[in-house]
């Protein structure tokens, strides 16, 4: 599968007034995709640090930088993209079986993450080599 059949950025409205700004994300299809059921956030890593650095084999994601910023490297064993999240109403939705990177967090980030399963251990590649290795084998059974 192409990687760009496996990401998708997602523009959401602001439902905002003279107030402020309000963004809704609705889960089961309306603004994303899947029904969510686990949401976590990621907040004073520095520039230097490196997260994800995995592959989930069931989950799907939706990455938001609600403050700050951050990048996100998008992999499928064959291609990769860089995709920078600099805006709150910015989504960036995550297939299954995308090796990710997310790196360069600027000071004031908060990276926001909804995921579609709850938090399950076995359902991630933290090896990049055993990545490869079954996609080749996901490939040959296909
Ligand atoms: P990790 O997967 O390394 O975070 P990241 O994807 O940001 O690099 O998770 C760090 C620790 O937190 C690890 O011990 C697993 C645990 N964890 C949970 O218990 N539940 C969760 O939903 C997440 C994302 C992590």
Redesign the pocket.
């Known amino acids: 599968m192409k990687l760009q059949e496996q990401y998708k950025i997602i523009e959401f409205t602001d439902l905002g007034d003279e107030r402020g700004n309000l963004v809704v994300i609705e889960g089961d299809g309306m603004d994303i995709p899947f029904d969510i059921k686990?949401v976590?956030y990621?907040y004073g890593s520095d520039s230097e640090v490196i997260?994800?650095?995995?592959a989930n084999r069931e989950t799907e994601f939706l990455l938001v930088n609600v403050s700050g910023t951050s990048k996100v490297k998008v992999d499928n064993g064959t291609e990769s993209e860089i995709i920078l999240l600099n805006r709150p109403r910015m989504g960036l939705y995550l297939s299954p079986m995308v090796w990710k990177d997310?790196y360069d967090f600027s000071e004031d980030s908060v990276l926001l993450?909804l995921?579609s399963r709850h938090?399950d251990?076995s359902e991630?590649i933290r090896n990049y080599s055993d990545y490869l290795a079954e996609l080749k084998k996901r490939n040959c059974e296909a």
Request: hydrophobic share 45%; no cysteine; aromatic share 24%.
């Open positions: 686990r976590f990621i997260r994800g650095q995995h997310m993450v995921a938090y251990a991630y």
